[in-house]
């Protein structure tokens, strides 16, 4: 099924993951009715899921956003990445996921890469085990990410000064190799914008005068020439 995504006024976007079909046997043969599983986030460390039911598939998806507004919360980053590994389980879904250096992008399935996505994680492996229900995968990654704890509050916690991680000199590794942001439109790369500021060097006629020009041939040669041809012809 495609996704669907969808911004509204305050920032917030939402992304269908799955859309949920039940019936109910009645007197009158059978009535449908329709469940939406939504991703809420901002991309920038937001995010937040939301299940909603109703006769109509437009109805579900609105009450599913409704209810993920509600229930977003801020996840700690890295960069781009997580600060370290973690583990989220929900039911018979267990989801790893390990922090990737920049530029690996975020190798996940449909439902995890949704929730990644909307949090802001750019760069991110993971791994999903036992069931593959979405729901539980959706539940199972939050669960991961409401785990993340950063350098600087570990080391407030325990009154200790922590050294780098492995994460942060993965980081530093990366971003040599990471292309330099391209200036905006309107805006000169900084080399350019300083030779633009720097005053042209002015040219001094006489030291130009006196510069040695090429040697050029002498005209006083050209009779002399034609006197040598004249002499071998006679000859």
Not at 44 to 53: L, S
Not at 118 to 139: F, R, W
Not at 185 to 212: I, R
């Amino acid at each position: 099924m495609a996704r669907r995504v969808t911004e509204d006024s305050d920032g917030m976007e939402s992304t269908t993951v799955g859309i949920f079909r039940t019936a109910a046997t009645i007197k009158g043969g059978r009535r449908f009715s329709f469940g939406a599983m939504v991703v809420v986030g901002d991309r920038n460390g937001t995010v937040g899921y939301g299940y909603g039911k109703a006769n109509e598939v437009p109805a579900s998806i609105e009450k599913a956003q409704k209810e993920g507004r509600k229930s977003v919360n801020t996840i700690p980053l890295k960069g781009r990445t997580i600060p370290h590994t973690v583990q989220g389980r929900f039911g018979a879904s267990v989801v790893k996921l390990i922090p990737a250096s920049p530029g690996t992008g975020v190798v996940a399935g449909s439902a995890v890469r949704a929730v990644l996505e909307l949090a802001g994680i750019h760069d991110c492996l993971t791994k999903a085990l036992g069931s593959t229900n979405k729901k539980n995968l959706v539940k199972a990654t939050l669960n991961g990410l409401s785990q993340l704890r950063t350098r600087e509050t570990i080391a407030e916690l325990r009154g200790v000064e922590i050294q780098r991680t492995r994460v942060d000199e993965m980081l530093e590794r990366g971003a040599a190799y990471m292309p330099a942001t391209k200036p905006q439109p309107g805006e000169e790369a900084p080399a350019e914008a300083e030779k633009s500021e720097q005053p042209p060097e002015p040219v001094d006629d006489d030291a130009k005068s006196a510069e040695p020009k090429g040697e050029q041939p002498a005209k006083a040669d050209e009779p002399a020439t034609e006197q040598a041809r004249d002499e071998t012809k006679k000859d």
